[in-house]
């Protein structure tokens, strides 16, 4: 089948904003196998999104298509960032036929900077469908695949006061365990984050976890908390 004009589009910018010296470095900093064209993340968000205004997808299915084009059919690293990018559409953010487009990426993705770049979209998913996303997240947390266990517990970074907790810590208890490097960090980042919000919540959790919570998981958790005033609250300096 035949690329979409859309897809055309990004692919020709893409490679005519190539710098190869650039590439050879985000290569090997990505430790990839597949080649990177050194085209700076917020230059490939540009390019995705003046193609999409040059020629917008008819439907859902047509971005699905297009993104999943550019996905499996990537030649090189920033086709791929290209494909989260459109997955950015207004039309598909609470669209839950996007689910199953986030786990193929996050499944053959599989490293933190493709895997991360759909936590967002999975998370404007939980809250637009807790019905629907809640029980997959959970069933997430307990998968075979380390990726997708970390994008169980990365779903709500930035959701803030809109926090399931009850889910959150759900996802983490069920990785304590786990020995990964990219889990432990993401268990870490995931309270950091919600620490900005609820530092009282976060400091609980810690101690009542503290047995399984694995010392990079405690230090990154507990990194922006305050000494708690005798009121229970602290302020968030951003420190």
Same mark, same amino acid.
């Given at each position: 089948?035949?690329?979409?004009? $859309?897809?055309?589009?990004?692919?020709?910018? $893409?490679?005519?904003?190539? !710098? *190869?010296?650039?590439?050879?470095?985000?290569?090997?900093?990505?430790?990839?196998?597949? %080649? @990177?064209? /050194?085209?700076?993340? %917020?230059?490939?968000?540009?390019?995705?999104?003046?193609?999409?205004?040059?020629? &917008?997808?008819?439907?859902?299915?047509?971005?699905?298509? +297009?993104?999943?084009?550019?996905?499996?059919? #990537?030649?090189?690293?920033?086709?791929?960032?290209?494909?989260?990018? $459109?997955?950015? *559409?207004?039309?598909?953010?609470?669209? %839950? /036929?996007?689910? &199953?487009?986030?786990?193929?990426?996050?499944?053959?993705?599989?490293?933190? +900077?493709?895997? !991360?770049?759909?936590?967002?979209?999975?998370?404007? =998913?939980?809250?637009?469908?807790?019905?629907?996303?809640?029980?997959? =997240?959970?069933?997430?947390?307990?998968?075979?695949?380390?990726?997708?266990?970390?994008? @169980?517990?990365?779903?709500? =970074? /930035?959701?803030?006061?809109?926090? !399931?907790?009850?889910?959150? *810590? #759900?996802?983490?208890?069920?990785? $304590?365990? +786990?020995?990964?490097?990219?889990?432990?960090?993401?268990?870490?980042?995931?309270?950091?984050?919600? @620490?900005?919000? !609820?530092?009282?919540?976060?400091?609980?959790?810690?101690?009542?976890?503290?047995?399984?919570?694995?010392?990079?998981?405690?230090?990154?958790?507990?990194?922006?908390?305050?000494?708690? @005033? %005798? /009121?229970?609250?602290?302020?968030?300096?951003?420190?």
């Amino acid at each position: 089948m035949n690329s979409s004009q $859309l897809v055309e589009a990004v692919r020709s910018a $893409l490679h005519s904003a190539a !710098d *190869a010296e650039r590439g050879r470095g985000a290569q090997a900093y990505m430790k990839s196998s597949m %080649p @990177s064209l /050194g085209v700076r993340v %917020p230059e490939v968000r540009r390019i995705a999104k003046a193609a999409c205004r040059q020629f &917008p997808p008819g439907s859902a299915d047509q971005l699905r298509r +297009d993104a999943l084009d550019l996905w499996r059919n #990537a030649a090189v690293r920033e086709e791929r960032y290209a494909a989260i990018d $459109l997955t950015a *559409a207004p039309m598909v953010k609470a669209d %839950p /036929g996007m689910l &199953p487009v986030y786990e193929e990426i996050i499944r053959t993705g599989a490293w933190w +900077d493709l895997v !991360d770049g759909v936590a967002h979209r999975i998370g404007a =998913l939980l809250l637009a469908l807790p019905e629907i996303m809640t029980p997959v =997240l959970l069933q997430w947390s307990t998968d075979p695949d380390m990726w997708i266990r970390r994008s @169980s517990i990365t779903a709500q =970074l /930035g959701a803030k006061a809109r926090t !399931d907790t009850a889910l959150l *810590a #759900a996802v983490i208890k069920a990785n $304590l365990a +786990d020995k990964e490097f990219f889990i432990r960090k993401a268990i870490g980042w995931a309270l950091r984050e919600y @620490s900005k919000t !609820d530092a009282v919540w976060v400091a609980a959790f810690a101690a009542e976890n503290a047995a399984g919570l694995s010392p990079l998981s405690t230090r990154e958790a507990l990194r922006l908390l305050p000494a708690l @005033s %005798p /009121g229970g609250k602290g302020s968030d300096d951003g420190a």
